[in-house]
Structure formats: structure tokens, C-alpha cells
């Protein structure tokens, strides 16, 4: 059990104020890591660090980060560098539904190229240069480090069409719009790619695909999902964590490249 351990272990968590990024940080700091809480929404970060850390926030760092900018890239891995000096673990998560809930859950034909770039920035952008500042800074300190991108059943699996119909989140209409799609298959090949040119660094990659996560849908969505998995319901956000903590941890030392889908059996039908 030991290897499951994360003490002195550094890791970012980028989304870290959302459904599942506070999952995630909440299990990692448990597992004894030094947690960087990163996410645009700093009140939610802040929620999460004073969540879990009652006790003590000798080992949170909680930070602002636009992952689609740069700048706000580059600060990040500089305040953690001042912070922790180094860093061992990245959980590239963020993503976006946007400000605009209709906007980004237009049908395909009236789909705007502005929500859709939007929407890429985070999802794709993001992941590109929070992957590239990290992988670097591993590099240059010579870590093996281990690098996890969240990405989604819909990067493997087109979207059953028929289970929205009548379906909500939170009183919205709902749908799984293409570039939700496009996006999280491009986490999965991002991954792919980076596993392969930073292997020899031993640095691994690898993707940590959720089904659907149970989280303000209503009963008709949650009954039409549940009726298409093999354990007949949705997932919850913690079911992700073991797969996550092994992902992060010693345990998978001889693991990369891999896409470790998490989803009640829906990919085998």
C-alpha cells in the first residue's frame, strides 16, 4: 500500500473547484500529496481548499488559472515552483461549458464557430499548454513525473441521441454537443502522442475517461443513461478516484498511453 502513497508528491489539479476536479483533490490530498487547486473560478477553488483542508493548509496552494492563456499558464507553474519547488503530478481537467448554457448546447446546424472555439480553447488549448509547462518543468528536474487528462465516454462513443430527448441538467434542456465530443477525442490522442515523445524521459501519460457522472439530471435523462449501462446507473463523482490514485501513484510506474475508461460497462455494448 505503501506506493499508493503521495507523501511529498506535488500535484496540480487544473479544474480543481468543479464536480469532479474537487473530487479528485479531496483523494489526493488524503493520499498525502501537496495539492495545487487550480481553476478561473477561484471562489470554487476556495470552496474546495476549505473543504479539505480543516486542519491544516500547510500543503494547499489555491491559484486563478486560465488554462486557455499562456500568461496565466506560465504564473501558475511559477507560483508553485516558489511554492513547492517542484512539481510531480498533473491532473489536466479543466474544461468548459461556457457562460452560456443555450450557446453551447445549440443543436449541430446552428452551432456558432465562436462557442465552438471557445469550448476548444479549454478543452484542447488548455490541455496542450498545461501538458507542455509541466512536461518541460519535469525535464528540466529530471522527474518522472506522471501526467492524467481527464477526457469522457464521448471521445470513444458517439452519443446515443434518443436518451435527450425530455432529458434536463438543472431545469436546461440538454444535449452532448460535437465539440464536447471533438474535444475529449482529442484529449485522448494528445495523450497518446505525449506518452510516446516523453517516455524516455520517464515521464508517463495516460487518460482517465468517465461515463456518465451523476450530477443534477433529471430522472428521465438519469433513467434513459441508466438503461444503457451494464450496472444500470450513472456514476458517481468518487468512483473516479481509485482509478485516478493509481494513475498518480507508484503503483502504475509501468503504465502509459493507456485510456483507463471508468463507466459502468458502457463501452462493451
Not at 438543472?170 to 517516455?199: C, D, E, M, Q, R
Amino acid at each position: 500500500m505503501q506506493r499508493f502513497n503521495l507523501d511529498n508528491k506535488v500535484v496540480i489539479v487544473t479544474g480543481g473547484g468543479g464536480l469532479l476536479g474537487g473530487k479528485f483533490c479531496e483523494s489526493l490530498f488524503e493520499a498525502g500529496a501537496s495539492l495545487v487547486i487550480a481553476d478561473a473560478d477561484l471562489d470554487a477553488a476556495l470552496a474546495v481548499s476549505e473543504k479539505i483542508s480543516q486542519k491544516s493548509t500547510r500543503r494547499i496552494l489555491v491559484s486563478h488559472c486560465d488554462v486557455s492563456s499562456p500568461t496565466s499558464v506560465g504564473q501558475l507553474i511559477e507560483n508553485v515552483v516558489e511554492r513547492f519547488d517542484h512539481i510531480d503530478i498533473l491532473i489536466n481537467n479543466a474544461a468548459t461549458k461556457t457562460n452560456d448554457l443555450n450557446e453551447f448546447f445549440a443543436p449541430f446546424d446552428k452551432y456558432s464557430l465562436e462557442t465552438w472555439r471557445e469550448v476548444l480553447s479549454v478543452n484542447i488549448d488548455g490541455m496542450f499548454l498545461m501538458a507542455q509547462a509541466v512536461g518541460q518543468h519535469m525535464i528540466e528536474k529530471s522527474i518522472h513525473g506522471s501526467i492524467i487528462q481527464t477526457s469522457s465516454i464521448y471521445g470513444i462513443l458517439a452519443p446515443d441521441q434518443r436518451i435527450y430527448e425530455g432529458s434536463l441538467h438543472n431545469g436546461i434542456p440538454i444535449n452532448t454537443p460535437a465539440v464536447y465530443s471533438v474535444s475529449k477525442a482529442g484529449v485522448n490522442a494528445l495523450t497518446i502522442y505525449l506518452a510516446s515523445y516523453w517516455g524516455r524521459f520517464g515521464i508517463r501519460v495516460n487518460t482517465l475517461t468517465p461515463g456518465g457522472i451523476e450530477s443534477g439530471q433529471n430522472d428521465i435523462f438519469v433513467q434513459k443513461y441508466s438503461e444503457r449501462v451494464p450496472l444500470n446507473r450513472m456514476g458517481q463523482s468518487f468512483e473516479l478516484t481509485g482509478a485516478l490514485l493509481f494513475l498518480a501513484s507508484d503503483e502504475s510506474s509501468y503504465i502509459t498511453g493507456q485510456n483507463i475508461v471508468v463507466d459502468g460497462g458502457l463501452s462493451i455494448w
